[in-house]
DNA sequence: ACGCTAGCGGAGCACCCCGTCCACTTAGCT
DNA sequence: AGCTAAGTGGACGGGGTGCTCCGCTAGCGT
């Protein structure tokens, strides 16, 4: 008996779980969390058992499938908060925020949504909006950021980018570009007008 | 045989049919269209045969239940374009129909998909959105409106509108008159920031 | 090469949905 | 009061879901 540390998956087993991630991503990407499991299960080439006994809810499947995500979120928190010019940095967090849940409706939800355990993910949240906060406290000293931003701003204009559904990944990352760079103007503290990206056509969807 | 006409409900069946429309009206206020059509029958104290007697199919149900929004929707485009001043008209119609959809989760499902066969819907948008590039012009014209707004930006801001999600009817409204403001504000070709409506704690969500 | 066990997936559970059929009820006219 | 067609809702079949049980397969250490 060779006393096999309990954490260590056979080949074939660790194989499949990343195929399960790697489909759970992707489809979670461009159809929103409201894919079944067993419609992973069937994508990942599985059985309904193995997803389940990989990942015994549907919560730690979508955790566990969005860390990178919430990663590069608190990454583009950092770079913001690192950069000399804060007004800059508060709108290059904002852009690339926008961009990433644009790129990924799945991730949206799941940033949006609290599961009551993933303890984890909700934690980087609040450590992720804390650092916004100092932020925009010092966008607000330099004069270039609204005096009454709030944090919550930041939620209202990822639920607002949360609503956008466009027919391809790319129009939706051209509207979602187009929606930041007009709420950075709103929130911008100076007086005159700057461009924007160019407008998209964003045609209606046939019903769910 | 008294010949009745056909289009004439017998009291009882009448009396049923509007029970429905007003189970399903604020049912789907307050839930999306997600709602099942026996969840619509149980709260209106129907079998479901009955509901779908009334009402062949879930579109046709959600049609004949918004015809009321939908409106109150161009009531406010026909009220922004009599303004006499078009910048205000413009205002007045943004703040009008984001409220309106801010108010009612299903309404704003209803009118941003597109329900094939819900044809005179559809065409009520399409007048309306055309109303709304004569008044977008008159805007710019003025100088109040930035050149580079098209009409998809209207439908972008819906979308972002669409987007909010809070715990109470009031807090969502509320949430969606600074967006509103927010927006109007972004696509103000005037210098200054004006003032904004108060900011609103957003609260996550539990997972739906 | 072999045996042991981690790992597998099909079948099955209980529950939901949709839309339809049909035997019973009841409004409304005479 | 009685008749009849309009109206009703329970029940049904087909299909979906989240999740579990269990007999078979195959990786791995010897």
Redesign the pocket.
């Known amino acids: ?2 006393e ?1 540390l309990p954490h260590t ?5 660790r194989d ?1 779980r990343e195929r399960i991630l790697s489909v759970a991503r992707s489809t979670f990407a461009d159809a929103g969390l409201d894919v ?4 992973i299960a069937r994508r990942a ?6 997803l ?3 990942f ?3 919560e730690a499947l979508v955790t566990e499938a969005f860390t990178e995500q919430m990663n590069a979120c608190t990454v583009a928190v950092e770079e913001g908060l690192a950069d000399p010019d804060p007004w800059r940095g508060f709108c290059h967090l904002i852009e690339t925020v926008c961009a990433l849940h644009a790129r990924d409706r799945g991730f949206t939800a799941a940033f949006m949504s609290s599961f009551p355990h993933a303890i984890d993910f909700t934690a980087a949240r609040e450590r992720a909006l804390r650092s916004v906060t100092e932020l925009a406290r010092r966008a607000k000293a330099a004069g270039k950021l609204r005096p009454d931003f709030v944090v919550d701003d930041l939620v209202l204009i990822l639920m607002a980018n949360s609503g956008i559904r466009a027919s391809s990944p790319a129009a939706a990352a051209a509207a979602s570009r187009r929606l930041a760079a007009l709420l950075i103007q709103g929130f911008s503290a100076e007086p005159g007008p700057r461009p924007l990206p160019p407008a998209v056509r964003l045609p209606l969807m046939p019903v769910a």
């Open positions: 008996m060779p096999r998956l056979r080949s074939d087993a499949n079944s499991m067993r419609e080439e599985v059985g309904p058992a193995t389940y006994r990989r015994p809810t549907k």
